[in-house]
């Protein structure tokens, strides 16, 4: 997709340059491995492609880095958890996949990550990464988590950038039925219960009324990540011509802090932090 690319280590370091450099509050780093496979064996290891990255944005950059925990980018089936069973049977199964996701977490912060952020939805895992943190002696790592995370169809893009599309069936084992907002609620309760600092809804556009009951209701910082699909909507408009993309991007934005997000995770972040510099 248009302005979107996969980066290597070297032509990481510049682009987080020009973001901090913009005024961007922090950069969230998605690991694609050199290769993937069943288990997913890259995702742990203190030389992946993740703390690799996470150590030259530290050593080299002042931006605060923020690392995706999950297993989707690492295994070869595309799911975010261990998958068991073949064809229809396979299910993924959400106990055996809480191990691995800590270990991934302890390795980011171990390479420096300031905050790590599983996007998996799997049930107690940010109590099984706050005790494996908490462990390893990085207690003052915290937790963002995604914690009210949809089964949506605004993915797409991302899906394709990271090569990481489920094999087969979907997600919806693990993230949450979109006409369901009270069990959105109890999963950021769940979340925040077992020690989240920062909960998360996703996407933002389409549910700006969760992301005001999660602020009112919880009083706790708020993230909204604007999805890949929601870039798409407005990059391919403007494209042809139908929309004016600063105004709608600056507009949108605006409606998600509005809403009550603390933070904006979006694709136009650096963009959106040049066009607000200029006034
Ligand atoms: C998966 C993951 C997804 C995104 C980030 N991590 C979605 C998914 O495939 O379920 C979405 C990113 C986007 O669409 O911008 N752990
Ligand atoms: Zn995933």
């Known amino acids: 997709m248009r302005g979107v690319y996969q980066h290597s280590i070297d032509t990481l370091i510049p682009e987080v340059e020009a973001a901090v450099e913009a005024g961007v509050g922090a950069v969230l780093l998605f690991g694609i491995p050199e290769s993937k496979d069943e288990q997913g064996s890259q995702s742990a290891s203190d030389d992946g492609i993740i703390p690799m990255a996470v150590r030259a944005c530290k050593e080299r950059t002042s931006a605060l880095v923020i690392t995706d925990v999950c297993l989707c980018e690492y295994a070869d089936h ?29 390795a980011h912060a171990r390479a420096g990550a300031d905050i790590v952020a599983p996007s998996d939805m799997m049930d107690g895992r940010v109590a099984a990464i706050r005790r494996s943190l908490d462990e390893a002696e990085l207690s003052s790592t915290p937790i963002l988590s995604y914690a009210a995370k949809f089964a949506s169809a605004f993915y797409g893009p991302f899906r394709e950038a990271v090569e990481s599309s489920p094999r087969f069936g979907d997600r919806r084992s693990y993230q949450l039925d979109p006409a369901n907002a009270d069990e959105a609620l109890r999963e950021v309760r769940m979340d925040i219960d077992e020690g989240a600092d920062i909960v998360m809804v996703k996407p933002a556009l389409a549910y700006l009324d969760l992301i005001r009951r999660v602020k009112t209701e919880t009083g706790y910082p708020v993230a ?44 136009w972040a650096r963009q959106a932090a040049e066009w607000l510099a200029e006034g």
Do not use: F
């Open 78 to 106: 595309g799911h975010c958890g261990v998958v068991r069973g073949q064809g229809d049977g396979a299910t993924v199964e959400n106990d055996p996949t809480l191990e691995l996701l800590a270990r991934q977490a302890v």
């Open 224 to 267: 909204a990540y604007s999805a890949s699909g929601e870039y798409a909507m407005v990059k391919a408009a403007a494209a042809n011509g139908w929309i004016e993309e600063k105004a709608a991007v600056l507009e949108i934005l605006t409606s998600i802090r509005r809403a009550g997000a603390d933070i904006i995770i979006t694709y």
